[in-house]
C-alpha cells in the first residue's frame, strides 16, 4: 500500500518565478492537506482540497493556490515566488468524512529553495 | 485561534534516561490531540493520538495523556533509546479542519 508520495524531492527557482509541486494521496484518501515548514519551524497549514474544492485555508496569501484532480491528487502553485517561501512543503491526506477525529498522513515533502 | 505551546529544546538525554516533553493548548470545544515525529530529511510520522479528555495515546514506548483540565498533552518514555533521536511536534485538531502544530522539540540521545 503505497504511502503518499511527493514530487520533486527537491527545486531551486529564482525570486518572480512560479513553481508547482505534486502529491498523491495514500491509497483509499480523498482529502489532501498541503503545509509550509520553515527551517526549525513547525508546519503551517496552508489550504485543504476535499472534492476538488478548497474546503480550509490559513493565513497565506493567493499567491498560493492549488487543485485537486478526480483521482484525489493535488497541486500546490506558488506564483511569483519570494525569498520566504524557501521551505519544507509537506502535503498530507485523510479521511474526509472522519470529520474532527482524522488522522493525517504525510508525505516526504519537497524542499524548495528560492534565490 | 487554536494555538500549541511545546517545550522548547533541545533536549539531550543519555541512552535509557526519562523523557518528558510539554505540551499545553488553547483551543475551542474537544479537539483532538497528536504527537508527530520527524527524522532527519524525512516528513512527519503519526507516534501517537488522543482524541477526547482522560484518553492515552500509546506507541513504540511512548505514552502522552489528554488532560482537558490542565489543557496540557505531554509525551513521556520511560527509557529512551539511540534510534529516537528526532524532532517531535504536538499538534490539534480544533474547530477547523486543519492540524495546529508546536514549534517542535529537538530530542538528542548519546550512547
Known amino acids: 500500500d503505497a504511502g503518499v508520495t511527493q514530487s520533486p524531492t527537491h527545486l531551486i527557482k529564482t525570486r518572480g518565478q512560479q513553481v508547482t509541486l505534486r502529491c498523491s494521496p495514500k491509497?483509499?484518501?480523498?482529502?489532501v492537506s498541503w503545509y509550509q515548514q520553515a527551517l526549525g519551524q513547525g508546519p503551517q497549514f496552508i489550504f485543504q482540497?476535499?472534492?476538488?474544492?478548497?474546503?480550509q485555508r490559513g493565513n497565506f496569501p493567493d499567491r498560493f493556490s492549488g487543485h485537486q484532480f478526480p483521482n484525489y491528487s493535488s497541486e500546490l502553485n506558488v506564483n511569483a515566488l519570494l525569498l520566504g517561501d524557501s521551505a519544507l512543503y509537506l502535503c498530507?491526506?485523510?479521511?474526509?468524512?472522519?470529520?474532527?477525529?482524522?488522522?493525517?498522513?504525510f508525505g516526504p515533502g519537497t524542499r524548495l529553495t528560492v534565490t | 485561534g487554536d494555538s500549541v505551546t511545546q517545550m522548547e529544546g533541545p533536549v539531550t538525554l543519555s541512552e535509557e534516561a526519562f523523557l518528558t516533553i510539554n505540551c499545553t493548548y488553547t483551543?475551542?470545544?474537544?479537539?483532538?490531540l497528536f504527537w508527530y515525529v520527524q527524522y532527519p530529511g524525512e516528513g512527519l510520522q503519526l507516534l501517537l493520538k488522543?482524541?477526547?479528555?482522560?484518553d492515552k495515546g500509546s506507541n513504540k514506548g511512548f505514552e502522552a495523556t489528554y488532560r482537558k483540565e490542565t489543557t496540557s498533552f505531554h509525551l513521556e518514555k520511560g527509557s529512551v533509546q539511540v534510534s529516537d533521536s528526532a524532532v517531535y511536534f504536538c499538534?490539534?485538531?480544533?474547530?477547523?479542519?486543519?492540524?495546529?502544530f508546536g514549534s517542535g522539540t529537538q530530542l538528542t540521545v548519546l550512547p
Open positions: 499538534a490539534l485538531a480544533g474547530s477547523a479542519r486543519q492540524l495546529t
Open positions: 491509497s483509499g484518501h480523498d482529502t
Open positions: 482540497y476535499y472534492e476538488e474544492e478548497e474546503r
Open positions: 498530507a491526506s485523510s479521511l474526509g468524512r472522519q470529520g474532527l477525529r482524522y488522522e493525517q498522513y
Open positions: 483551543a475551542t470545544g474537544y479537539p483532538s
Open positions: 488522543a482524541t477526547k479528555a482522560d
